[in-house]
């Protein structure tokens, strides 16, 4: 469990890395090569090992850390960009594209790791949907706090952000609910694999 | 989903009596994961009334052969 925690909190970190302007190649390619190459090793290994875990679990692994490079770097780069963000900007256009190869390239590595001789039943589609509702509690709740904070909080939190930083706001709050909704699923696997010892 | 499910079964039992079959086998035969087995046994998931049928049928039982209303017991 520690080890999940690590490894997950280590995307997020990695996202964070590649928001940095110094990087000698784009952002989107350097961590796409790096998800590419987790999934192959992360495929080899779990065909490796008897007791791997199933096809739903693995792909909401996947799922979980690619998401968490991607918003990573998606919050760090709208850090650094600040609150007056310009769509049409040179910046804003280079975090578009890069964000995109990252999302591009993260679908292929989920696409890799994968396991279709294994399957999905109705118990990975309850632990799915349970989390899903959990998700969508969180993602309202997010969503009110920010048009609250937008709107009542100080006068001048509205006014002082762009229109195109409100709507990467909002687009960052879904793709926490995402991760959300990933670490919902995967806490249940975890709890069930520990009860079952 | 962790909390022990009101539905009991025999499904450790009637494994043992067909052939040892492996829970890996079992999930194989009904088309479900190796963890799902595992969560029915310890009383971690109640199946649906479909699953519990395909259960049953593997093992030539009728369903109330397999699963059981454990207030009842």
Redesign the interface.
């Known amino acids: 469990m520690l080890s999940s925690v690590f490894s997950l909190a280590a995307c997020a970190l990695l996202g964070v890395l590649l928001a940095q302007s110094w990087l000698p190649v784009g952002a989107g390619l350097l961590g796409g090569a790096m998800m590419l190459g987790a999934a192959a090793w992360l495929r080899a290994h779990w065909q490796r090992q008897p007791a791997a875990p199933?096809?739903?679990?693995r792909s909401v692994m996947l799922s979980s850390g690619c998401t968490l490079v991607c918003l990573g770097f998606f919050l760090a780069k709208l850090y650094l960009i600040g609150p007056e963000l310009d769509i049409h900007a040179r910046g804003t256009r280079a975090m578009g594209s890069q964000l995109w190869i990252l999302i591009g390239l993260s679908a292929l590595a989920q696409w890799i790791a994968r396991a279709p001789e294994?399957?999905?039943?109705?118990?990975?589609a309850?632990?799915s949907s349970?989390a899903l509702m959990s998700t969508v509690w969180v993602l309202l709740a997010m969503q009110v706090a920010l048009v609250w904070w937008f709107s009542f909080v100080k006068d001048g939190n509205m006014a002082a952000m762009s229109a195109g930083m409100l709507v990467h706001l909002f687009i960052a709050s879904w793709m926490l609910a995402h991760v959300l909704y990933d670490l919902t699923c995967l806490r249940?696997?975890a709890?069930?694999?520990q009860?079952?010892g | 989903?962790?909390k022990e499910s009101p539905i009991g079964n025999h499904l450790r039992r009637l494994r043992f009596e067909n052939g040892e079959m492996s829970q890996e086998a079992l999930a194989r035969a009904v088309?479900?994961?190796?963890?799902?087995v595992?969560?029915l046994e310890?009383l971690?998931?109640a199946?649906?009334l479909e699953?519990a049928m395909r259960i049953a049928d593997v093992f030539g039982q009728p369903v109330d052969g397999v699963f059981f209303w454990r207030a009842a017991q």
Not at chain 2, 31 to 36: A, H, K, L, S, Y
């Open positions: 199933d096809l739903a679990e294994t399957v999905r039943d109705e118990r990975d309850a632990i349970a249940a696997y709890s069930a694999r009860l079952a | 989903m962790s088309g479900i994961t190796r963890q799902t595992i969560a310890s971690r998931y199946p649906s699953l």
